[in-house]
Each structure stands twice: as structure tokens, then as C-alpha cells.
């Protein structure tokens, strides 16, 4: 399948600021991504952090939504219409997340 750069390029800016504010390069946001957990942090105040194989860090910005997810487990981050940002387990489980780095 052939990727054109600025697909490449949105895929990889995904999930942050200016290109879900719609600032690409004219290049459609995908709707939602699957990414393998490379690393899992917990905050004092339960919330995690995940770090995906690809080097994508995304903090869980729901503190009274409790996930369990692990090193290796594929999930999937949808956007939202709103611009929101949902990360959801193979088990179903969901919880919003933002991208950090």
C-alpha cells in the first residue's frame, strides 16, 4: 500500500493540538489508530500514562475511569467528533486520553 508523505505525516502528528484543530497539510485525520503498549506509568492520583512502541506517549485525562492495561496489549485511540480523544482496550474498557508527546 502506498502512503503519501503527508498521510505519513498526519498519522504520525495524530492527536495533537494543531492537527486535530485541522492544521495539516490538507490531508484527512484518521478517525482512530491501534498501537501496541511499549510502557505503562501510573500517576499518585491513578490516571496512567502509556508510552506505544512507535514512541507516542498519551496521559489518561478521566481520573474516575479505571483501566488496566498492559506492556504488549493493543488498544485503540478514536477521535471524537468533538475533537476528544478515547482509548479502549481489547476488553471493551474506555477511557479519554490526551497525547503528550
Known sequence: MKTSIGRLAAILLWGFAAVSLGQTSGQEEPKSLAFVVDRVERRPA????????????????????????????QVVIRRAASGVFTLVTRGGLSTRVTRVH
Open 46 to 73: 491513578g490516571e496512567i500514562i502509556l508510552t506505544f512502541q512507535d514512541g507516542q506517549v498519551w496521559q489518561q485525562t478521566d481520573r474516575n475511569q479505571k483501566i488496566d492495561v498492559r506492556r504488549g496489549e
